[in-house]
């Protein structure tokens, strides 16, 4: 095989990939509450068989959403090769984010206009699991014998923590070490760029808790919600400026995401005025709560982001009597970051520049995606993120994905997976000499 060859097959696939990403498209797979997903599973397992994949559809019973009217159904197809060889992954989330307001086209029609297919999902990621089903279609069809083993996923709940899909999956075995060697998700980074993994998160309630007393006496009584102010203060003086100095070698986008962070995300204090007329009851605040969204990076541990807020709610505590607090995790991953010397990269690198004549760019993401599911593995496991679309488009009205982008990732993702397995390239030069 040449690439050349492998190219002309993949541009005769044009119609194709328009079709099979607005066919994608017309599955409202919208999440929450995770609809769809089975029909939308089945379509990408039929493509798959067609192609002489094995297909298992795997459902996550007992996931988070998971039920008898939104069942979490994933697809996984997998093609053992002639020859033994590594085994390369390519995983698409199914899910989509609702349509929301202010579309100008219709959101589910799989529209195809002005060179771009329209609708929720095109970008993220739809597009991308279209490229990658018929860059395997054309490599399975010029290739001949292939070495190696390839496997395609599409997997539920992406959007909201992935627990019933690659989460699900990697606790079954799917991804360990020895099984696949390396993972693809064609999440919507941009044709030219390689993402290599991302910040890490910890989402965590904090409690300050007081002391009840009437609202005419605040004296009597210890007011969790003075309390948090006392603790926001600190963030705000002490905590935020600090983590905006602390900076990553990791290539985050956008620049703002170098730095670690912290979003307040929600804030809740004393009770709610449920009297029809909007009155409060005269209570001082025993409690008060907020959550936190704290992103960090490859070079903090766990344990030091967390011990920075303790310190800080220690000496909010310090300076009322009766004032205590609490925390809580509601959900922690680490960062990853996959070798930039990797062979997923490498060849990812060596078919950017390729198929569009400039060189990759390395990148990593300030949120986290499914490849937090495959962290456990350490760096066993070379995951990265690369397919065509906007990041800017996800989950915006009117997202869209160039047509153009979907054959230039679809051929550098047939490349990759095809250097990855060990196809052994014909130089295109040579050819043209062995058949003149
Ligand atoms: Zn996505």
């Known amino acids: 095989m040449t690439p050349s060859r492998l190219f002309e097959r993949i541009e005769a696939k044009r119609d194709a990939l328009v079709a099979t990403t607005a066919d994608l498209v017309r599955f409202a797979t919208v999440n929450p509450p995770g609809a769809d997903y089975e029909p939308c599973a089945r379509y990408i397992g039929e493509r798959m068989a067609g192609l002489g994949f094995a297909?298992?559809?795997?459902?996550?019973?007992?996931?988070?959403?998971?039920?008898?009217?939104?069942?979490?159904?994933?697809?996984?197809?997998?093609?053992?090769?002639?020859?033994?060889?590594?085994?390369?992954?390519?995983?698409?989330?199914i899910d989509v984010v609702a349509a929301g307001e202010g579309w100008t086209v219709p959101p589910f029609a799989g529209l195809v206009r002005d060179g771009r297919v329209w609708g929720r999902g095109t970008a993220d990621m739809k597009g991308g699991i279209a490229a990658?089903?018929?860059?395997?279609?054309?490599?399975?069809?010029?290739?001949?014998p292939l070495p190696g083993t390839l496997e395609l996923s599409g997997t539920a709940d992406e959007e909201s923590g992935g627990f019933g899909g690659v989460g699900h999956l990697a606790r079954l075995g799917l991804f360990d070490p020895g099984r696949v060697d390396h993972v693809l998700i064609p999440e919507p980074l941009g044709v030219d760029r390689v993402c290599l993994g991302h910040r890490g998160v910890w989402w965590a309630e904090v409690e300050i808790t007081g002391r009840i007393g009437h609202g005419s006496m605040p004296f009597l009584g210890v007011s969790a919600i003075r309390g948090m102010g006392d603790f926001l203060a600190l963030l705000e003086t002490e905590l935020l400026p600090r983590l905006a100095e602390r900076t990553t070698r990791m290539p985050c986008v956008p620049e703002g995401a170098r730095a670690a962070t912290l979003n307040l995300n929600s804030l809740h204090g004393g009770l709610a005025e449920t009297d029809d007329a909007g009155l409060p009851a005269p209570l001082v605040a025993?409690?008060?709560?907020?959550?936190?969204?704290?992103?960090?990076?490859?070079?903090?541990?766990?344990?030091?982001?967390?011990?920075?807020?303790?310190e800080l709610l220690e000496r909010v505590k310090a300076k009322r009597a009766g004032l205590d607090w609490r925390m809580r995790d509601l959900m922690s991953f680490p960062p990853t970051m996959t070798d930039p010397e990797a062979p997923v990269v490498a060849a990812l690198d060596h078919w950017i520049h390729r198929v569009l004549g400039r060189p990759s760019r390395h990148v990593a993401s300030p949120g986290t995606y499914d490849q937090k599911h495959l962290a456990r593995f350490g760096g066993a496991l070379a995951c990265v993120a690369y397919g065509p679309g906007d990041l800017e488009q996800a989950h915006q009205?009117?997202?869209?994905?160039?047509?153009?982008?979907?054959?230039?990732?679809?051929?550098?993702?047939?490349?990759?997976?095809?250097?990855?397995?060990?196809?052994?390239?014909?130089?295109?030069?040579?050819?043209?000499?062995?058949?003149?």
């Open 397 to 436: 009205p009117d997202e869209h994905v160039e047509i153009d982008d979907l054959v230039a990732s679809a051929k550098v993702l047939a490349a990759t997976v095809a250097t990855l397995i060990g196809v052994d390239w014909t130089a295109d030069a040579e050819t043209r000499e062995g058949t003149s």
């Open 286 to 310: 025993d409690r008060c709560r907020l959550v936190l969204d704290r992103r960090w990076l490859v070079e903090e541990s766990p344990d030091s982001v967390r011990a920075e807020v303790v």
């Open 55 to 93: 297909v298992d559809y795997i459902r996550a019973k007992g996931a988070p959403g998971d039920g008898d009217r939104h069942p979490r159904i994933n697809v996984v197809a997998r093609r053992a090769g002639a020859a033994p060889g590594p085994t390369v992954h390519i995983n698409g989330h």
């Open 132 to 144: 990658a089903m018929i860059a395997l279609e054309a490599l399975i069809e010029v290739g001949g």
